[in-house]
């Protein structure tokens, strides 16, 4: 029988979402773990400031005779270019810019890094993919059925950052990763992109080559990297009142920063997935998620919100621009894309991966936000 539509009261989750629940005044579960996670992961009350500001010294003070005392991601978007601003501009830290040249930045993506990075003098690092290499294995996921297909691009970013932070003896990096814009995100629409074993599983099974170089991270990295060497990583975001609208302001006045359109519309790739992909196969619109935590942290209203989830992800001939580029960069026919748009839709756990591991290191990776997050 077809499950009744429902959608939370407070939020914009409804049941697209394969697991959600309500409780008797209509309110779903991912508003509790919200609530749960704001009081547990956000620091901008006094003792929080007071922590940040001595982690900022610590920082300084750690990489005084290095070049560089953090290392930052940056793609181009909103937090990571805000962060960027702080980093550079309100903290006083010498950050190295890492970026990762998956083949799939827009023209203004690219733009939008390089002025950033001029106009806030900070040395970039671009990492580019093997792009024959890296479309084998894009192709791969979109050929495995399941819905996160960004596993390979999210885990080579993590991996560069957490690679080159070693390699350049950097202890800290400085992340955009945020509560209040992106921390309702069911695990059944995205499974995590930590999971090496997945990405070399789906890779085998449908992919030609061998890609030794990609920019991997094992179980055993993670607990090397991060616990051993002690390589820090910290969420600047949830230690300031971090208000989007605001920050785009100070990023377009302060940096000539150009907006996109869309949350994550910065890589063509991206975009595809988020109002092509994930839409048409698996009926996820993951706004709901990015406009839910809007709302939850008191930055949109729900009837705002539920206005802007109404529109389409983007308009029909910029979709039908995309699915057309994408055909055409990875080389498929149209056939081909449309037969593997009709399969079946699959679970990660469809295929070889690691998730009963990271569940039983549970501890570990409590423990390691406890020591790598905690300012307190
Ligand atoms: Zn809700």
Same mark, same amino acid.
């Given at each position: 029988?077809?499950?009744?539509?429902?959608?939370?009261?407070?939020?914009?989750?409804?049941?697209?979402?394969?697991?959600?629940?309500?409780?008797?005044?209509?309110?779903?579960?991912?508003?509790?773990?919200?609530?749960?996670?704001?009081?547990?992961?956000?620091?901008?009350?006094?003792?929080?400031?007071?922590?940040?500001?001595?982690?900022?010294?610590?920082?300084?003070?750690?990489?005084?005779?290095?070049?560089?005392?953090?290392?930052?991601?940056?793609?181009?978007?909103?937090?990571?270019?805000?962060?960027?601003?702080?980093?550079?501009?309100?903290?006083?830290?010498?950050?190295?810019?890492?970026?990762?040249?998956?083949?799939?930045?827009?023209?203004?993506?690219?733009?939008?890094?390089?002025?950033?990075?001029?106009?806030?003098?900070?040395?970039?690092?671009?990492?580019?993919?093997?792009?024959?290499?890296?479309?084998?294995?894009?192709?791969?996921?979109?050929?495995?059925?399941?819905?996160?297909?960004?596993?390979?691009?999210?885990?080579?970013?993590?991996?560069?950052?957490?690679?080159?932070?070693?390699?350049?003896?950097?202890?800290?990096?400085?992340?955009?990763?945020?509560?209040?814009?992106?921390?309702?995100?069911?695990?059944?629409?995205? !499974?995590?992109? #930590?999971?090496?074993? %997945?990405? *070399?599983?789906?890779?085998?099974?449908?992919?030609?080559?061998?890609? $030794?170089? /990609?920019?991997?991270?094992?179980?055993?990295?993670?607990?090397?990297?991060?616990?051993?060497?002690?390589?820090?990583?910290?969420?600047?975001?949830?230690?300031?009142?971090?208000?989007?609208?605001?920050?785009?302001?100070?990023?377009?006045?302060?940096?000539?920063?150009?907006?996109?359109?869309?949350?994550?519309?910065?890589?063509?790739?991206?975009?595809?997935?988020?109002?092509?992909?994930?839409?048409?196969?698996?009926?996820?619109?993951?706004?709901?998620?990015?406009?839910?935590?809007?709302?939850?942290?008191?930055?949109?209203?729900?009837?705002?919100?539920?206005?802007?989830?109404?529109?389409?992800?983007?308009?029909?001939?910029?979709?039908?621009?995309?699915?057309? !580029?994408?055909? #055409?960069?990875?080389? %498929?026919? *149209?056939?081909?894309?449309?037969?593997?748009?009709?399969?079946?839709? $699959?679970? /990660?756990?469809?295929?070889?991966?690691?998730?009963?591991?990271?569940?039983?290191?549970?501890?570990?990776?409590?423990?390691?936000?406890?020591?790598?997050?905690?300012?307190?």
């Amino acid at each position: 029988m077809e499950k009744k539509y429902r959608i939370c009261t407070k939020c914009l989750m409804d049941t697209t979402v394969p697991d959600i629940h309500f409780d008797q005044n209509g309110e779903c579960n991912f508003c509790k773990d919200y609530t749960n996670r704001i009081t547990k992961d956000l620091y901008y009350d006094s003792s929080g400031q007071t922590g940040l500001e001595n982690l900022i010294a610590k920082i300084k003070k750690s990489g005084a005779k290095n070049d560089y005392d953090c290392l930052i991601g940056i793609s181009g978007g909103v937090d990571s270019t805000y962060v960027a601003y702080l980093v550079k501009r309100k903290y006083g830290l010498r950050p190295l810019a890492v970026h990762l040249d998956n083949g799939w930045n827009s023209e203004l993506s690219v733009a939008n890094v390089e002025q950033i990075v001029k106009r806030l003098d900070i040395d970039l690092y671009t990492h580019v993919l093997d792009w024959e290499k890296f479309k084998d294995l894009q192709i791969s996921f979109l050929k495995s059925s399941i819905s996160n297909i960004e596993i390979p691009t999210d885990h080579a970013i993590w991996a560069v950052l957490v690679r080159t932070a070693a390699e350049k003896k950097i202890k800290y990096i400085i992340s955009g990763n945020n509560i209040v814009t992106e921390s309702i995100m069911p695990e059944s629409w995205l !499974y995590g992109s #930590k999971d090496a074993r %997945l990405i *070399t599983g789906i890779h085998r099974q449908f992919g030609h080559f061998n890609y $030794k170089s /990609f920019p991997k991270l094992s179980t055993l990295n993670y607990i090397d990297y991060l616990l051993l060497r002690g390589i820090r990583w910290i969420p600047i975001l949830n230690y300031v009142p971090y208000v989007k609208q605001e920050a785009k302001q100070i990023i377009t006045e302060e940096l000539g920063w150009r907006d996109y359109g869309g949350k994550h519309y910065e890589s063509i790739f991206t975009r595809f997935f988020h109002a092509y992909y994930l839409p048409r196969k698996f009926g996820y619109d993951l706004r709901r998620s990015y406009l839910s935590a809007l709302i939850l942290s008191g930055q949109m209203t729900r009837e705002e919100a539920l206005h802007e989830v109404e529109a389409p992800p983007a308009p029909a001939e910029q979709l039908q621009e995309d699915r057309d !580029y994408v055909i #055409k960069k990875f080389g %498929l026919s *149209t056939e081909e894309f449309e037969k593997i748009m009709m399969n079946p839709t $699959k679970l /990660f756990s469809d295929y070889p991966n690691n998730d009963a591991l990271w569940h039983s290191l549970d501890w570990f990776v409590k423990a390691a936000r406890q020591r790598i997050i905690r300012v307190k």
